[in-house]
């Protein structure tokens, strides 16, 4: 056993995350012995003096047939109605499955803010703690209803990477509808199980891809490997395991994908912001501005950016970028695109005395800035 398994499976608070292709059936529908044996094994943890939370996708899956509905949606707005219907009924079979072993769930509905600003992290934070304190098995999930296609995080894989962090959770488990992570195809007999992951750089030759089997989940593959990620560099080793396997995988750990705890825990916010967003474009920097940020940990000034690319709001997540156009940094500006260009290699104090002393600010400030992985 090694270093990594061992630690997973003496975790003494882990978060568990289940994926819709898992939980639902081909059209739609909750397949309600997956929740029973889920609710067994986690039963199980829990009664070994383990805490565990619960991370559930399946909402709008399980909402589907009671609207008619035989595919998953692909409108947010549909998407929303099919999870405001199967919330219920998801956190119904929840509640009659963990109450056979005199297990009280509590629900718990998050966006992207309550995870990444201060003031609803904090929140977020007590409620757990509060709940694990009252002996309450949090189920939690994304607020579907009521996120916009702006705030939403988009899968419940990078959800449960940052529940992990911002429940101080000591190991994190990913289970789906495969067993482990493979160099290629899982379906072609050439491919090979990967026992372990040390770095991400060992991803790098690997090919990632695919949804569910069953065709209704909105992560895949390429989603639980940058959850991985997202939970090692924070310091939390991962497990990604088939749902078939949970008793292995929430028992002694000897099934799946290891993934090593190779960071420590940072900022949620940084975290967020370098593994959970979607860049809406790019500034390209001189090699002076690029020095300034990734060795002198400054913030971004107009007067370092030779160029910008894509089409982006003050506030918007964007990549930053060497002269060579690859980005090394991510941070969240302060300019719109369209009026960025006009900026572009000048001083501050010249741009307030021209313009205003609104202008004498910074594209980018340091607090709102990462680097990347390399």
């Known amino acids: 056993m090694t270093a990594t398994r061992t630690s997973i499976a003496r975790a003494g608070r882990i978060v568990v995350k289940i994926g819709s292709s898992s939980l639902s059936s081909v059209g739609g529908g909750l397949k309600n012995e997956v929740v029973e044996r889920l609710a067994d094994a986690v039963a199980r943890r829990r009664n070994s003096g383990h805490e565990v939370i619960v991370v559930s996708s399946g909402a709008i899956s399980t909402g589907m047939p009671a609207l008619g509905l035989t595919k998953r949606p692909k409108d947010l707005p549909t998407q929303q109605a099919a999870a405001s219907v199967g919330q219920g009924i998801l956190l119904a079979a929840y509640t009659a499955a963990f109450a056979r072993y005199n297990i009280t769930v509590g629900q718990v509905l998050l966006t992207s803010e309550d995870v990444t600003r201060r003031s609803h992290y904090r929140n977020a934070q007590l409620t757990f703690d509060r709940l694990l304190e009252l002996d309450v098995l949090p189920i939690v999930n994304e607020n579907d209803t009521v996120a916009t296609d702006e705030i939403r995080l988009g899968d419940n894989d990078r959800l449960a990477a940052l529940v992990a962090h911002v429940t101080n959770a000591n190991a994190l488990i990913l289970l789906s ?36 089997s069953e065709g209704i989940g909105s992560g895949g593959m390429a989603t639980k490997v940058q959850a991985a990620r997202i939970a090692s560099a924070a310091g939390v080793p991962t497990l990604l395991a088939a749902t078939m396997q949970i008793n292995d995988a929430l028992g002694d750990a000897s099934v799946g994908t290891a993934f090593a705890s190779t960071g420590k825990r940072s900022s949620l916010r940084h975290l967020w912001l370098a593994h959970a967003t979607t860049p809406s474009g790019s500034v390209i920097l001189d090699a002076g501005a690029v020095e300034a940020i990734a060795i002198r940990r400054l913030s971004l000034l107009p007067a370092g950016i030779t160029r910008v690319t894509g089409m982006f709001l003050a506030g918007d997540p964007v990549d930053i970028c060497g002269p060579d156009g690859v980005a090394f940094a991510r941070g969240l500006v302060t300019y719109d695109s369209a009026e960025l260009p006009e900026l572009l290699g000048r001083n501050t104090k010249e741009l307030a005395a021209e313009r205003g002393a609104s202008y004498e600010r910074e594209v980018i400030h340091r607090d709102d800035l990462v680097l990347l992985d390399s």
């Open 177 to 212: 509808d495969v067993d482990g992570l493979y160099d290629g195809p899982p379906h072609r007999p050439d491919s090979r199980h990967i026992p372990e992951v040390g770095h991400h750089s060992e991803l790098a030759t690997m090919r990632i891809g695919g949804i569910g």
